[in-house]
């Protein structure tokens, strides 16, 4: 897990290292400049050291053909060296980025499709003078590009591209973008000008005369869906037993590891199962599999609607397994979060505050590799989507109840905050008629609604799933744990993205999710015996986020209050200033303010925090390369 650049034509290594520092968070443990022949090309890597913590390991890693900058992990690069070995391959290290040259030199580009991982990288060929760039299949890791004075140049994130532009300045769709925050981390458009996000699941090819690029797609996951069992009860096995072994290749490290437990259903899913992994493999150092698992951290909000700590602690003692509990702050100034908005470089309807300091905490216990749990709600219905499986259950009583009883269950975060009678039909409906009013996407017009592509093969439901793990939430989220994480050197490993668990769960229907009157049914009953019942049956939910409403009329009311009434505020071309400021005084000062209110006032106000913190910054400048 690194950071990766590269520019075509080269530039001096000086102002090229200059560049690459932007990219020092995301790997704190070395660095490494390589420069082709004629300046045709400079590539560079910040790395944090996972596997094989040797020089060995050091990138870009060149070999005679091919040199490489990569970013990410290759979970079964076991596997695959052993099918190279069997070819007469050799290899001088032991690591996967080892392992992906050579697959490149066996398979070509057919060699992603072999890959269970996450990744960005780009091969040189030093024989054709030509680049290979590749995404993994769901946007795990991220890589953005641009052509600008006559170069082209790749980075993980948009700061080390800022020095390439002629000129920085926010996109000219920007005021769509910030009032889309879910809709464009799919696509190539970015907050900056002249700067492209590459597609997940595509790669590319390059040469130095060419001044566009034409990124081809080698995975839709409507492809390669699978056959699953009739019977309910075999499909749970065999999720299980391939969700099982997603964690177990995810525990290749050499380093310690550790989990982000909430306490919810998803990271106690992987908390227990690494636990069960780790007493029933036998095989620990054949596997690669890291001996030092026994961490899990739990973030806490106490005297909030947020805190989990009941749920969480629960888990850990029933795993028997050290907890060390976060106890997250506001800070003492809104100030204080400039570094981190510049770290995120995004927009989004919540502060990074907490995410960051609790993988920041993470990485001072000496962990480096955490386990989590993201992508369980896109695949299962953590949210409220199950209102659309109505228009699948063909007017069947049992299962109409069936749906109405998990949404009788369903907890958001409103109802955990003000909420606690007890559920009814009557709050069932309450429910339904409030996603309509407050969800276009998945209100009853959806189940009257044309048939969209995909909904023949997957339903009504699955089809909305689908696309909320495509399209808009899942990458939204995947792109800011990236950022939350790899700010503090720490890397993300999620079991529920690996490529096997997400085809088989896009196969299944959609009464293996919503049954018995709950949601993610099959991730339930595939961890009996593994979390506690308590956790396991828990119905309610509650997101990893910020108590913004508590800490705007707390530690950040002062400066808060500062920040609207001041000349800079009031001169921003990013937000209505009188807007904004009417929404940020609501919160101070009404004592009736919801949640939902402080995260349209955060949302608001995010544009010009971000426009101080990321567009007003002084940055590097290659100009001089350029010229």
Known sequence: MCGILGTMPAISTESFTEVLQLLAHRGPDSFGVWQAPEQLLTIGHRRLAILDLSAKGHQPMETERYVITFNGEIYNFLEIRKELLAKGYRFLSDTDTEVIIAAFHQWGEHCLLRFNGMWAFAIWDKVESRLFLSRDRFGVKPLYYTFANNRFAFASEMKALIPFLPELRVADNFDYLKSHLFDYEATEHCLIAGIKRFPAGHYAYLKLTERTLHPIRYWDTMQHLVQVPKRYEEQVEQFKDIFTDACRIRMRADVPIGTALSGGLDSSAIAGTIAWIARNEKNFIAQRLSSD?????????????????????????????????????????????????????????????????????????GITVSIDGHGADELMSGYGHIILALMDCAL??????????AINGFNDIESEQIDKQPQTWWSALRFILSQIRHSPSSSLKQLFAKEKPHEGKLGRF?????????????????????????????????????????????????????????TKAIIRDAMQGRIPEEVRMRKSKIGFNTPVVDWMRGAWRESLLDTVHSTDFNHSNLISPAQVREKILNIVQNPKAKFTDGEQAWTALMPYLWEKAVIKRRYPSVERQIA
């Open 293 to 365: 698992w026994q961490h899990v951290f739990v973030a806490t909000f106490p005297g909030t609607f947020l805190d989990e700590r009941y749920y969480a602690q629960k888990v850990a003692e029933h795993l028997a397994i050290p907890a060390t509990y976060i106890q997250v702050s506001a800070g003492r100034s809104l100030e204080e979060m400039n570094e981190y908005l510049y770290l995120f470089e995004e927009l989004y309807l919540t502060s990074p505050l907490p995410m960051m300091e609790t993988y920041k905490a993470i990485r001072q216990h």
């Open 462 to 518: 699955n089809s909305e799933l689908y696309k909320i793990f495509h399209q808009t939430i899942l990458p939204t989220l995947l792109r800011n744990y990236d950022r939350y994480s790899m700010a503090n050197g720490i890397e993300i490993r999620m079991p529920f993205m690996d490529y096997r668990v997400v085809a088989y769960s896009f196969s299944l229907p959609w009464h293996s999710k919503v049954r018995n009157g709950y």
């Open 396 to 405: 069947n009583l049992k299962n109409f109840c069936n749906i109405i009883d």
